[in-house]
């Protein structure tokens, strides 16, 4: 669905294709690929971001993944008196339990009012993240939280997937429109990994229900009994959360 939503806005993607050399060539840029050559009038290069953790390196302080300062549960580092919160600093997987870096704001604020309370003599931990996140690409939102397939087998678990498609609102509701769920379990305990949703409405703040019930470690099973909200402009009666528990439950 992100795919098409790209075409249909004149966006072409060309996946796989190494950059080899960038230059100009009279008033238009030139990239060039491994197989390919694109021309344009500007070049946007999107290499992600890292943590800026050089100074706590070379302090001797610990580091975690992707070399982000690593933190305990109250954000203390490996220095009995040095906190670290915001991008810069690690955290706590909520499904896992293992150490991540997803640079969140959430987090960052989370982070810094807990280290503002450490040093005010309250003593503070975080639960960890879920990596909820989203975002809109056009007309579609895009989102979100904890684990997908595949990162559920890199983090050592025995998942199962669907992928359904619902309504954003009562069928016969004005507006109403798709939302696709791709929903993760664990076929050993059952519990529920993570969830990503796409659609043009009602995506943004859905995804906030699968976050809590990670953060609360809900089963597939318990979170397909959560009484949620219907009323025909704002969702079906089967809201599409809970029909891709039930559909998952066949697969568990």
């Known amino acids: 669905?992100?795919?098409?939503?790209?075409?249909?806005?004149?966006?072409?993607?060309?996946?796989?294709?190494?950059?080899?050399?960038?230059?100009?060539?009279?008033?238009?840029?030139?990239?060039?690929?491994?197989?390919?050559?694109?021309?344009?009038?500007?070049?946007?290069?999107?290499?992600?971001?890292?943590?800026?953790?050089?100074?706590?390196?070379?302090?001797?302080?610990?580091?975690?993944?992707?070399?982000?300062?690593?933190?305990?549960?109250?954000?203390?580092?490996?220095?009995?008196?040095?906190?670290?919160?915001?991008?810069?600093?690690?955290?706590?997987?909520?499904?896992?339990?293992?150490?991540?870096?997803?640079?969140?704001?959430?987090?960052?604020?989370?982070?810094?009012?807990?280290?503002?309370?450490?040093?005010?003599g309250k003593k503070v931990t975080l639960q960890g993240i879920a990596g909820t996140a989203v975002f809109k690409v056009f007309g579609l939102q895009v989102a979100g939280t904890g684990l997908n397939g595949e990162e559920a087998v890199n983090a050592g678990f025995d998942p199962a997937e669907v992928t359904i498609k619902g309504r954003s609102r009562a069928h016969a509701h004005p507006g109403s429109c798709t939302i696709a769920v791709n929903m993760v379990g664990d076929r050993q305990t059952g519990r529920l990994l993570g969830v990503q949703m796409v659609g043009q409405e009602g995506v943004a703040h859905r995804i906030n229900a699968p976050a809590v019930a990670l953060h609360a470690g809900m089963t597939v099973e318990a979170f397909g009994q959560c009484d949620l909200a219907y009323a025909p402009p704002f969702s079906p009666v089967w809201d599409p959360m809970l029909t891709a528990a039930n559909q998952l439950l066949k697969k568990l």
């Open 1 to 120: 669905m992100v795919r098409t939503e790209l075409a249909e806005n004149g966006v072409s993607l060309y996946p796989g294709n190494a950059v080899t050399r960038v230059e100009k060539k009279d008033a238009t840029l030139r990239v060039d690929c491994e197989e390919m050559s694109l021309e344009g009038e500007m070049v946007l290069v999107s290499i992600g971001v890292r943590p800026n953790s050089r100074i706590a390196e070379k302090a001797g302080i610990a580091l975690g993944p992707e070399k982000a300062i690593a933190v305990d549960r109250s954000l203390l580092t490996s220095h009995k008196n040095i906190y670290a919160a915001g991008d810069c600093a690690d955290a706590y997987h909520v499904v896992t339990g293992e150490k991540t870096w997803i640079p969140l704001a959430l987090r960052a604020n989370r982070g810094g009012w807990a280290v503002a309370d450490h040093v005010m």
